[in-house]
C-alpha cells in the first residue's frame, strides 16, 4: 500500500538538472523493460530504498516500454546499484548534450539585404 504510493511518486518526480553533480556524488541511469517484471521489481524496490539518500532523480522511462530514471546520489549508494537494472555514469542528456542554436527567420537576411536608398 504505502509501496504502491511511493513508487507512484518515484514516477513522478523529475528533480531539476543540478548545474554540476555534487561532490563526491556519482550519475546512473536506470533503464528497464515494463515487460520484464522481475527486473521492473529490482528497479522500484533499489529505488524504494535509496530514493531519501538520492540528491536527484529523474523519471526518464516512457511508461509503455521502459521506465527509468536518472539518477545522482552518493557513490557509495550509486554502487549499489543491480548491473541489470542501470548503469552508473554519465546522464544520456542534460548539460553535456550542446542545444541546438535558434535560428532567428528573418535576422539574418536583413543583414545581407540591408535597404538602401
Ligand atoms: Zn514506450
Redesign the pocket.
Known sequence: MDDDDAVRALYLRVDPIPDAPAPGAGRACICVD?GDETIVALAEQWMLAHADELTCVRSS??????IGWDIEGPQAVIETLPAQVGTAGAWPSGEAAPKPRRFRVGGSLWTRFPRRR
Not at 61 to 66: F, L, Q, T
Open positions: 515494463v522511462g516512457c511508461g509503455c516500454c521502459v
